[in-house]
């Protein structure tokens, strides 16, 4: 257990629908990654956030958005969904701004639109 | 464009061997390089980084290799386990500082 937590496990919702997806980090921890997973494109950086602040930004498309709270927990907003949205969304933590630190993986949530 | 490709799907070792994992990246302004490992369903796991001014980091049975001439990544698995049956992913970190992954290595670990 990495101690980084994500809700919900599964989601199934149809194309056209809003979903947000959430992340506790380990405690102590201020930033935030988003990834998604894929079986054609593989393990893919979204976003980070560190202490509230945007911090780094990859690949996230635009109709996808995250913040980070005061209480370090982050959200990740998919809208308009896609079929090729489907992936597993993972959110990973670590304890300062990221280069040469540990980054700490949730289990992910399964994203499923139909 | 830039791309992170690692040279073979699926590795198969025998527990007790050394493993290599290659990787192979095509941005030389990448600066800092990390190491994952992903179990069947977990999420991705840290394994070691690199930064770009190193050659070599070593961890705990892990060591990680990186020449730079020919934008080469490699991670060595000292004594392999079945628990080091997973898919290993590297990452670059691209000039813009964005991680960019490669597909990844499935590690068969046999008896």
């Known amino acids: 257990d990495s101690g980084v937590t994500q809700t919900p496990k599964h989601l199934i919702t149809a194309t056209g629908q809003r979903v947000t997806l959430r992340c506790s980090p380990r405690s102590g921890d201020l930033s935030v990654y988003w990834y998604q997973q894929s079986l054609d494109q593989g393990l893919q950086f979204l976003i980070q956030y560190y202490n509230g602040e945007e911090r780094a930004k990859g690949n996230i498309l635009e109709r996808f958005s995250a913040q980070q709270f005061p209480d370090l927990h982050s959200e990740l907003n998919l809208s308009s969904l896609e079929l090729g949205d489907s992936a597993l969304y993972f959110c990973a933590s670590s304890v300062g701004g990221g280069e040469g630190e540990t980054q700490y993986f949730g289990p992910g949530t399964r994203l499923l639109v139909l | 464009g830039e791309s992170v490709g690692l040279h073979l799907p699926t590795l198969s070792v025998q527990e007790g061997d050394n493993s290599i994992i290659n990787c192979a990246y095509s941005n030389s302004a990448s600066d800092y390089f990390i190491w994952y490992k992903q179990e069947s369903g977990k999420g991705p796991q840290f394994i070691i980084d690199?930064?770009?001014?190193?050659d070599k980091r070593q961890g705990q049975r892990v060591t990680v290799l990186l020449n730079k001439t020919v934008k080469h990544l490699s991670l060595q698995i000292a004594a392999t386990q079945p628990g080091d049956s997973a898919v290993y992913f590297c990452a670059a970190r691209d000039s813009w500082g964005k991680l960019q992954f490669g597909a990844g290595t499935q590690v068969v670990v046999t008896p």
């Open positions: 690199i930064r770009s001014n190193m």
